[in-house]
């Protein structure tokens, strides 16, 4: 996921992605991480999570607009505004293999 986000509300960001860090890992996903503005452009962040198949990442996506905990976690961004704009970009790792 490539954010957009808006620099003076960092806080309300940050307690969205350890929301969605918490959610993607208890419906079978591995989060990697959230990478936040540290030097240059204040405004970009950065996460990348993993799901063992694309049915699995479906089954999670369901989930959006209808459970509880989800619909939580979006209305942190919804009432902050800490996300200006957001794009998902679906990419395969490609790991040493020695």
């Not at 503005?37 to 204040?42: H, K, L, Y």
């Not at 989800?70 to 996300?83: K, L, Q």
Request: hydrophobic share 40%.
């Amino acid at each position: 996921m490539h954010y957009t986000i808006d620099p003076a509300q960092i806080e309300a960001f940050e307690r969205f992605a350890r929301e969605w860090m918490r959610l993607v890992t208890a419906h079978g996903g591995v989060h990697h991480g959230y990478f936040l503005p540290a030097e240059g452009a204040s405004d970009k962040a950065e996460a990348l999570f993993s799901f063992e198949s694309l049915a699995a990442y479906e089954r999670y996506r369901a989930r959006f607009g209808n459970d509880p905990e989800f619909v939580a976690a979006d209305s942190i961004r919804d009432d902050s505004g800490c996300v200006v704009r957001y794009e998902r970009t679906f990419m395969r790792p490609l790991l040493p293999t020695d």
